[in-house]
């Protein structure tokens, strides 16, 4: 069955949302934990279920995403396995970019054609959950499912983000209203175990995940030409259609990185101590390009609930709940808290570490330097005795080197925050 499955993960439009993580690069490309990137959650699942054709499509900021794909999956000679990227193009049918998520498998529905597939497998390249495919193939296929969408219970305040639906006792879906606002929540609730009712998760969200099978997907998009979304157009439609739409329902860990608030708080709690996102499970690793950097080395520094990628080269007087990335250079008597510090993408020489200019820090984090509730992108210059202080005190807005958003300064990839400042 997982052999005449394709996947299609959805890069989606210009991350305006995750700005400006999102400035130079698109939503799949954000790093994430340290070493890896967002769209090696989606590739890694895949790959654990057996699902070894794989798209990509992407139309915004796509050459970091490109490059890290093409240095990261790789299938032998004699394998029918790839990880491509599908850019929006123009062609004789069509001049214009994705204009959602619908009308990019639209666009790219001949490629998909081009294998001999039974099921689609569309998942999103934002989004952080450990999940074998397998498990809802077998359910869509024991249920005559034309369509079969990923469910998961939320609170009402997170419902009004999703769509939200309702089954009937086969587990086949009867109705959908996609981000309902609080006052349209009533009557939604769903049957769900004793623990999550508890916690008030009564309403089946979708998590954005579809198994459609190929035919039942071609007469949808094709039969609605002016529908570009497959949450607001196509899942009502289908529903309408009275085809048998299924609900997988999924209770393990997920979250959307959909902000710059949820990034962040997904990625410090990688540090706790049982992470509801395991990346020591066994069978579930994240896989990621292989870059085979040297240990990191630290110098009188102490850490508590950190997670430091390799290559680093740290002097830190102190790292408490943070995430330091690759290659990180951090100066003596430093601390580092409740920060993700990205890394770098290579190292300065020796010769470059010798030269001491004002106005251009060193590649890193400085000397006698305090960041605390910071998102330092990569290969950001951050000078000595610099001082960054986020928190709720804090105003949004964003200037040429740094932003802050919910109250987290985020220096931007390649931003230079002189000696002295403070933040």
Same mark, same amino acid.
């Given at each position: 069955?997982?052999?005449?499955?394709?996947?299609?993960?959805?890069?989606?439009?210009?991350?305006?949302?995750?700005?400006?993580?999102?400035?130079?690069?698109?939503?799949?490309?954000?790093?994430?934990?340290?070493?890896?990137?967002?769209?090696?959650?989606?590739?890694?699942?895949?790959?654990?279920?057996?699902?070894?054709?794989?798209?990509?499509?992407?139309?915004?900021?796509?050459?970091?995403?490109?490059? =890290?794909? +093409?240095?990261?999956?790789?299938?032998?000679?004699?394998?029918?396995?790839?990880?491509?990227?599908?850019?929006?193009?123009?062609?004789?049918?069509?001049?214009?970019?994705?204009?959602?998520?619908? #009308? !990019?498998?639209?666009?790219?529905?001949?490629?998909?054609?081009? =294998?001999?597939?039974?099921?689609?497998?569309?998942?999103?390249?934002?989004?952080?959950?450990?999940?074998?495919?397998?498990?809802?193939?077998?359910?869509?296929? !024991?249920?005559?499912?034309?369509?079969?969408?990923?469910?998961?219970?939320?609170?009402?305040?997170?419902?009004?983000?999703?769509?939200?639906?309702?089954?009937?006792?086969?587990?086949?879906?009867?109705?959908?209203?996609?981000?309902?606002?609080?006052?349209?929540?009533?009557?939604?609730?769903?049957?769900?175990?004793?623990?999550?009712?508890?916690?008030?998760?009564?309403?089946?969200?979708?998590? $954005?995940?579809?198994?459609?099978?190929?035919?039942?997907?071609?007469?949808?998009?094709?039969?609605?030409?002016? !529908?570009?979304?497959?949450? +607001?157009?196509?899942?009502?439609?289908?529903?309408?259609?009275?085809?048998?739409?299924?609900?997988?329902?999924?209770?393990?860990?997920?979250?959307?990185?959909?902000?710059?608030?949820?990034?962040?708080?997904?990625?410090?709690?990688?540090?706790?101590?049982?992470?509801?996102?395991?990346?020591? !499970?066994?069978? +579930?690793?994240?896989?990621?390009?292989?870059?085979?950097?040297?240990?990191?080395?630290?110098?009188?520094?102490?850490?508590?609930?950190?997670?430091?990628?390799?290559?680093?080269?740290?002097?830190?007087?102190?790292?408490?709940?943070?995430?330091? $990335?690759?290659?990180?250079?951090?100066?003596?008597?430093?601390?580092?808290?409740?920060?993700?510090?990205?890394?770098?993408?290579?190292?300065?020489?020796?010769?470059?570490?010798?030269?001491?200019?004002?106005?251009?820090?060193?590649?890193?984090?400085?000397?006698?330097?305090?960041?605390?509730?910071?998102?330092?992108? +990569?290969?950001?210059?951050?000078?000595?005795?610099?001082?960054?202080?986020?928190?709720?005190?804090?105003?949004?807005?964003?200037?040429?080197?740094?932003?802050?958003?919910?109250?987290?300064?985020?220096?931007?990839?390649?931003?230079?925050?002189? #000696?002295?400042?403070?933040?």
């Amino acid at each position: 069955m997982m052999e005449s499955t394709i996947a299609v993960i959805l890069g989606g439009g210009a991350g305006s949302r995750l700005y400006p993580l999102t400035k130079s690069r698109s939503k799949p490309a954000v790093p994430i934990g340290g070493k890896y990137r967002l769209v090696d959650i989606p590739i890694s699942n895949c790959l654990h279920s057996d699902i070894r054709q794989i798209y990509v499509l992407t139309q915004f900021n796509s050459a970091s995403l490109n490059q =890290h794909i +093409k240095n990261t999956y790789l299938f032998d000679a004699f394998s029918r396995g790839f990880v491509d990227i599908l850019a929006a193009e123009q062609t004789p049918s069509s001049h214009q970019w994705f204009q959602g998520t619908a #009308d !990019a498998v639209r666009q790219t529905f001949r490629y998909l054609q081009n =294998h001999r597939a039974d099921r689609i497998l569309i998942l999103s390249g934002d989004q952080l959950y450990q999940m074998n495919y397998r498990q809802m193939m077998d359910d869509h296929e !024991a249920m005559n499912a034309g369509l079969t969408i990923g469910t998961i219970p939320v609170t009402a305040q997170d419902a009004t983000g999703f769509g939200i639906m309702k089954t009937d006792d086969k587990g086949m879906i009867t109705s959908f209203i996609e981000k309902p606002t609080m006052e349209q929540l009533d009557g939604w609730e769903s049957e769900v175990p004793d623990e999550l009712k508890a916690q008030g998760k009564v309403y089946l969200a979708s998590m $954005g995940i579809y198994v459609f099978n190929i035919d039942t997907l071609w007469n949808l998009i094709n039969d609605n030409p002016e !529908a570009v979304d497959f949450g +607001k157009e196509i899942i009502p439609k289908a529903i309408s259609s009275k085809m048998n739409v299924a609900s997988y329902k999924y209770t393990g860990y997920w979250t959307d990185i959909g902000t710059i608030r949820s990034f962040y708080d997904a990625n410090l709690e990688l540090a706790d101590p049982l992470p509801q996102f395991d990346l020591y !499970a066994q069978g +579930k690793r994240i896989f990621t390009r292989p870059r085979l950097l040297p240990p990191t080395k630290l110098f009188g520094t102490s850490v508590d609930r950190a997670l430091i990628a390799e290559g680093c080269v740290i002097e830190a007087d102190s790292i408490f709940h943070s995430v330091i $990335g690759i290659r990180s250079r951090i100066g003596a008597n430093t601390t580092i808290s409740e920060s993700i510090v990205m890394g770098n993408d290579f190292y300065s020489t020796l010769e470059e570490l010798e030269e001491v200019n004002p106005e251009m820090p060193h590649r890193g984090i400085g000397a006698g330097c305090h960041i605390e509730r910071a998102i330092v992108d +990569k290969n950001a210059r951050i000078g000595n005795n610099v001082k960054i202080t986020g928190g709720s005190h804090l105003e949004n807005t964003s200037n040429e080197n740094y932003s802050i958003i919910d109250g987290i300064v985020v220096v931007e990839k390649n931003g230079v925050i002189k #000696d002295g400042t403070v933040i």
